[in-house]
């Protein structure tokens, strides 16, 4: 027999007893297209989380924040199933604001002139009341700043300003409350670009010593990848995110385990289209790495691997 016909092609077969990690394994065997990519991006996932010195990292875009896959990223950090966050400031909207507020189900067709009329925010098909977002942050944000600021403290890092909102928001539905809690740092390099930053630039306008130190996180990133004897990572979209994860993982000739989720294309050049075997070239990604790109949203793909995996480790 040929050496590329090593492996048949299974059907798919589900019942009402079928568990997800039952399922994923059939996509798995099946073979066929993205199916087949979310059974390997499943075994990566497991083996990278029984390897006990394993440096394990989760990086994520803000919009998935926004939906229901906010509580499989809870979830991931609350049982402990990595050990550093990368996102954007966006997550931090988000999540603050949906310890308060609302935010709701809507369509993707819709009149947004109608919307921006009566104070509605349309991210895809979910709909953000202003009083759930720009209005509730400020109201959260700014008494938090002012407590901080009085302790006399003038210089934060990023991971260190997120824990200390982590723990003061009491809300067991949110991410930065179960990273804290669990001493997972989560690094937000680009803190400026989001509803949070533009607090911490207003805040900034009466107190001009206030100061967001981006090189201790760096420093704090760097102390964890020079000592790690491997490192994963499971990369949801692309952006500041995925690139922060993969470049500082190249000082140490890169990540041994890498599950990528992606809807973007690689025709354009762009960083969210590049498949994570092109990280390869730069030594981001080691050559001998478990990986995997999976074409798809994550609102869809995320609960299947999480599903998956559950029950593995």
């Known amino acids: 027999m040929s050496e590329f016909l090593g492996h048949r092609v299974e059907d798919i077969s589900l019942s009402r007893e079928t568990k997800i990690d039952e399922m994923v394994l059939q996509m798995l065997n099946s073979g066929g297209f993205s199916a087949k990519k979310v059974g390997v991006a499943a075994n990566v996932l497991a083996n990278m989380q029984k390897e006990e010195e394993c440096l394990r990292f989760l990086s994520f875009p803000a919009c998935i924040v926004a939906t229901g896959a906010r509580g499989i990223i809870k979830d991931l950090l609350k049982k402990k199933m990595f050990d550093c966050v990368i996102t954007t400031c966006g997550t931090l909207d988000h999540d603050i604001a949906r310890t308060k507020k609302d935010y709701y189900h809507g369509e993707f067709n819709v009149d947004d002139i109608s919307l921006h009329k009566q104070g509605i925010n349309r991210l895809g098909n979910i709909f953000i009341p202003n009083e759930s977002y720009g209005v509730v942050l400020e109201e959260l944000v700014q008494p938090i700043l002012k407590e901080l600021w009085d302790t006399d403290r003038k210089k934060w890092a990023t991971s260190e300003l997120i824990a200390e909102f982590g723990r003061r928001l009491d809300d067991e539905n949110s991410i930065i409350y179960w990273a804290q809690k669990n001493d997972i740092p989560v690094f937000v390099p680009g803190i400026t670009d989001g509803a949070f930053g533009s607090q911490l630039w207003m805040f ?70 590049a498949k994570i075997n092109e990280a390869i070239s730069w030594g981001k990604v080691r050559e001998d790495a478990k990986h995997v790109t999976v074409e798809g949203d994550a609102t869809v793909i995320l609960p299947l691997l999480y599903g998956a995996i559950l029950n593995r480790v």
Do not use: C, P
């Not at 491997?230 to 990540?255: A, C, E, P, V, Y």
């Open 204 to 273: 900034y306008q009466n107190q001009r010593d206030f100061t967001i130190d981006v090189f201790s996180d760096e420093q704090r990133i760097s102390d964890m990848v020079f000592i790690a004897k491997k490192t994963g990572g499971l990369l949801i979209g692309g952006g500041i995110s995925k690139h922060h994860t993969i470049w500082w993982n190249q000082f140490r000739d890169g990540l041994d385990y890498v599950v990528y989720i992606t809807t973007a294309q690689e025709y354009d050049g762009s960083l969210s289209g």
